[in-house]
């Protein structure tokens, strides 16, 4: 049954980072092109900050409550009654978000001028600046509804078996956003704007392009009168911890945007630029196995199989590790190449690329555990404990704001970077304490899985560290060049990455390349 389910949950993660693959790719041409546009300059700030509004509350209605409150509940229904029985509950959850999250978005587009103010305050002594992010922060407040009824779908098809279509979602997102910029930049004021008009069209073709699927299943969800239906308040009896430890951790995020909006223009575009790079690993490898893991994680719940579920747990860490301790390490000693070959050009200049390079670097040492900490979560909300999560998330959010505070006057920006990471850890030995303290949970194997993957990375590093010093990545061009120069040592080192492998006999790679085979 164990090496049933892995494979199971490997196929869906597969599919879902080959989907997210593509979407990553899409969003780095994005990035391209808004760097390209808007550089690291203070209308790219703006921006940033005014989509970290709506974004916070994406997170809190959206896709970290969907997954965490609806999709063990759903997948219960699914699991022990039957298909009309959980169309209802669908139908009551869909109800229920959308009148809520429209109220939220009311008050957000009247209270966005003080949320600003709260959030960068930094930007009242510039009125250019300040009013140019309220407004863009009040024209993308609408794509908060349309991600959160987006995040619901796939929460649904994710839980029937579906996890390509709802990966490919944010394909769309970029697309349309690339589009608006290429279109409206030159004729809209600010011309940044372009990418809010963007970001909301892109939002309500993320839910309309699961529609097909769902009525497909016989699942599309009705809009039904406000009740109390028994499942939609057990969604919500679980969604009040997740949103309160979601609060928490985005108050970290908001503490690192009220000290960046203090330091040197670009500092929050830095930021933003670095943590993109970090998530396109972390989207593709980390999050795929999290997101797959979670319905097997709750249909385990739901037939009380704690064995198996705790056996599963002990296998995604070790494959977190294995695909994330390599890329962690590519991404430290090639990060000034990585930047010079996707973002400088334009109004980037190689300043920009230093910044965001020193922002990666601080960001990359906790890729690991940013992976490892959705993967125990995930555990916990199968088993319906929201609770445990929230408290993790308050003491990671203690240690966050305590280390920023800390190194920001040494390091600055990048200093906000390193607590993130620091914060990160600090939550995963957090869930991984209690966790054991509830079950029998061995870390032996998922420790030797990071020594193992931790010295078979090594070739990596020395690639990595060649490359960065014996050739010149100060200016823009030779993009042909560079990204052959990159992508040949990227590819001799996951090589060697595997052969390590390989002569240690590692079990992880063992079951990949069974996998590969059938």
Do not use: C
Not at 87 to 115: H, K, N, Q
Not at 338 to 358: E, I, K, P, S, W
């Amino acid at each position: 049954m164990e090496n049933t389910e892995n494979k199971k949950i490997l196929k869906a993660a597969g599919s879902i980072a080959g989907a997210t693959l593509l979407s990553r790719t899409l969003g780095f041409i994005r990035d391209m092109i808004v760097a390209r546009f808007f550089g690291a300059t203070a209308s790219a700030d703006s921006f940033y900050v005014a989509f970290r509004i709506p974004n916070l509350f994406r997170e809190l209605f959206a896709e970290g409550t969907m997954s965490a409150a609806f999709v063990p509940v759903f997948t219960e229904y699914l699991t022990t009654k039957d298909k009309e029985e959980a169309r209802e509950l669908a139908s009551g959850a869909f109800s229920a978000l959308l009148l809520s999250v429209a109220v939220v978005v009311g008050i957000g587009i009247i209270a966005a001028s003080y949320m600003v103010m709260a959030i960068a305050p930094g930007f009242t002594a510039d009125p250019v600046k300040f009013t140019e992010t309220v407004f863009m922060a009040r024209l993308m407040f609408p794509y908060l509804l349309f991600i959160s009824l987006a995040a619901l779908a796939m929460g649904m098809l994710n839980s029937l078996g579906i996890f390509f279509v709802p990966a490919l979602t944010p394909v769309v997102l970029n697309i349309i956003i690339i589009s608006t910029i290429i279109i409206l930049a030159p004729i809209v004021d600010p011309p940044v704007s372009a990418v809010a008009y963007g970001v909301v069209l892109g939002g309500l073709f993320q839910f309309l392009f699961q529609v097909p699927f769902l009525k497909k299943k016989g699942m599309l969800p009705r809009i039904r009168s406000f009740r109390a239906h028994p499942g939609v308040r057990k969604i919500f009896r679980l969604m009040g911890p997740v949103v309160g430890g979601l609060s928490v951790t985005q108050v970290n995020l908001f503490v690192n945007t009220i000290l960046a909006s203090f330091l040197a223009v670009g500092s929050v575009s830095y930021l933003y630029y670095g943590m993109r790079l970090v998530h396109f690993p972390l989207g593709i490898l980390g999050i795929a196995i999290s997101t797959a893991i979670l319905p097997s994680f709750a249909a385990m719940a739901a037939r009380k199989d704690v064995k198996g579920l705790t056996d599963t747990l002990g296998f995604g860490l070790r494959f977190v590790l294995f695909i994330t301790v390599p890329a962690m390490v590519g991404l430290i000693f090639l990060r000034v190449p990585l930047v010079n070959l996707l973002l400088q050009r334009g109004q980037f200049d190689f300043d920009a690329t230093v910044g965001t390079a020193g922002a990666i670097l601080h960001y990359s040492v906790g890729l690991w555990s940013y992976a490892s900490v959705r993967v125990v979560t995930q555990a916990f909300y199968s088993l319906q404990d929201t609770k445990t999560p929230m408290k993790a998330a308050v003491l990671s959010v203690a240690v966050g704001i305590a280390t920023s505070l800390a190194l920001m006057p040494f390091l600055e920006h990048r200093g906000l970077a390193l607590s993130t990471s620091l914060s990160s850890m600090a939550n995963l030995t957090f869930l991984l304490y209690r966790f054991r303290k509830k079950n029998e949970f061995y870390l032996k194997e998922v420790l030797e899985a990071a020594a193992r993957s931790t010295f078979a990375a090594v070739p990596i590093a020395l690639a990595g560290f060649w490359v960065s010093i014996f050739f010149p990545w100060n200016e823009p061009g030779d993009t042909l060049l560079k990204s052959g120069v990159i992508g040949l040592t990227v590819i001799v080192s996951i090589l060697l990455y595997f052969l390590i492998h390989r002569l240690m006999k590692s079990p992880e790679l063992s079951f990949l390349m069974s996998q590969i085979k059938h």
